[in-house]
């Protein structure tokens, strides 16, 4: 998938790149469907135990919110099918496929994040912020940067997704989920 | 579409409701990608007009910036199918199709965006903010309460997106890209 970067790939393509025969990937893995969601499964329990041995660190919360945000950000840039797989499976009309993605992805992702936001208001670091609301608003942004790109490249002249955008991204990232967009002097008037 | 809730239609269903001849459909619109890129074309003009007004008005950066965030999640909850239709049209093997979305969709917002934060700063109420990366978490932050909504209602025991969730969700963002999630007291800290 690397590759052609593309998903769209066969059974017998991946039985003949890896030299397994078809017959065995069939019967191992069901479908193409199968083979996926164990793909995505396998790189999804890294991240997840990431996530665990990040939120055991005797750092702030803040520090920890943003080694996440550039957590997400390498992964999808290191794994370029993950984010396309995602999509994909969550709108097969297979609703098994789309249960098994939010079950070992979005669940385990979404409770992390209600943990993090728990730690971190209980230590006085955060607002008192909805954990579905910013898990949306998070993964939205993040996943938007790989998801949206090849969209604004083509009619306005935006680049594609290099080492150097990436790192950009976490820095914009990190600094609006941070502190927001409104300069010290505003937010004070703000909240005056 | 919206009776349906899906963008599987054909031509004859559209010509069908309408009371319209399908052949005068086709002649007209060419095709079904034609048809929805007419009907996302006619539903971005409005909406790009509302940003030339919103921009004109006599208010600050600050205020026109939330007044776009509620309208970017209120436009995706009143047209539902607008946020499927873009990536549909997006990911079409019919690369005229995602062109004519980056011009009339892309292309404008992002032009607003730029336009917003260069006021913003000039005023000194905004940080220096990249237009591409802010472009890209917003957008992304906003579409992904209706795309990736329906994957957390499953396993999470999360509900639909209701009119109520939308105003909390408009609440949300308003307050993350302003002022982050740091309380003051820790961004004066983070600052000094």
């Given at each position: 998938m690397i590759e052609r970067s593309s998903i769209e790939i066969s059974l017998s393509d991946i039985a003949q790149k890896s030299g397994a025969n078809a017959a065995l990937v069939k019967y191992h893995f069901g479908n193409k469907d199968g083979l996926l969601l164990a793909l995505l499964a396998r790189d999804a329990a890294t991240e997840m135990s990431n996530l665990e041995?990040?939120?055991?660190?005797?750092?702030?919360?803040?520090a920890k919110l943003k080694l996440h945000i550039g957590g997400i950000i390498r992964a999808y840039y290191r794994f370029p099918y993950m984010n396309?797989?995602?999509?994909?499976?969550?709108?097969?009309?297979n609703t098994a496929s789309a249960d098994e993605v939010s079950k070992f992805f979005v669940a385990p992702l979404l409770?992390?994040?209600?943990?993090?936001?728990?730690?971190?208001?209980?230590?006085?670091?955060?607002?008192?912020?909805?954990?579905?609301?910013?898990?949306?608003?998070?993964i939205g942004a993040c996943d938007h940067l790989f998801f949206g790109r090849h969209?604004?490249?083509?009619?306005?002249?935006?680049?594609?997704?290099?080492?150097?955008?990436?790192?950009?991204?976490?820095?914009?990232?990190?600094?609006?989920?941070?502190?927001?967009?409104?300069?010290?002097?505003?937010?004070?008037?703000?909240?005056?």
């Open positions: 041995y990040l939120l055991a660190q005797p750092i702030t919360a803040t396309r797989l995602i999509h994909y499976l969550l709108h097969e009309t409770d992390f994040h209600r943990r993090l936001l728990a730690e971190g208001v209980s230590q006085g670091e955060f607002r008192a912020t909805d954990p579905v609301l910013f898990y949306t608003s998070l969209a604004m490249s083509r009619a306005t002249g935006v680049g594609p997704v290099t080492d150097d955008v990436c790192r950009q991204y976490i820095k914009h990232m990190e600094t609006l989920i941070c502190g927001g967009i409104l300069t010290q002097v505003e937010e004070a008037a703000a909240a005056g």
